[in-house]
């Protein structure tokens, strides 16, 4: 069956730096956009960014710009997020989320086609 398992996550001091990863099995991992979306506790689902299927477009929300890295490696269906100057306000559930299409207009994670159980964000001293 699909499914996405994302790692990574931690604890980390404000200007430090993590990197997630998202292992994909079940589909074709190379057809799909990919997504990093967070929640921060009692906040909507916000999209951070997202990548083709080929890995050449990139986008990313301007909260992130400059600071985060999306890229994948389609022959090991893994996604990835490189996390630099990492601030509290990162503080969130980051979830890997796959689509059809590139676009930030999701709002929930039934946007998506697939999306896996997250993994916990905290940027903290």
């Known amino acids: 069956q699909v499914q996405l398992v994302e790692s990574g996550g931690g604890l980390v001091q404000p200007g430090g730096s993590l990197r997630l990863s998202c292992a994909a099995s079940?589909?074709?991992?190379?057809?799909?956009?990919m997504y990093w979306v967070r929640q921060a506790p009692g906040k909507g689902l916000e999209w951070v960014s997202h990548?083709?299927?080929?890995?050449?477009?990139?986008s990313y929300s301007d909260s992130v710009k400059g600071r985060f890295i999306i890229s994948r490696d389609n022959a090991k269906n893994t996604l990835y997020l490189q996390m630099t100057s990492l601030k509290p306000e990162d503080t969130a559930l980051y979830y890997c989320?796959?689509?059809?299409?590139?676009?930030?207009?999701?709002?929930?994670?039934?946007?998506?086609?697939?999306w896996g159980q997250g993994t916990q964000v905290t940027v903290s001293s």
């Open positions: 989320a796959s689509r059809t299409y590139g676009g930030s207009d999701a709002s929930t994670l039934n946007d998506f086609r697939s």
């Open positions: 079940g589909f074709t991992f190379s057809n799909y956009w």
């Open positions: 990548i083709n299927p080929g890995g050449e477009r990139t």
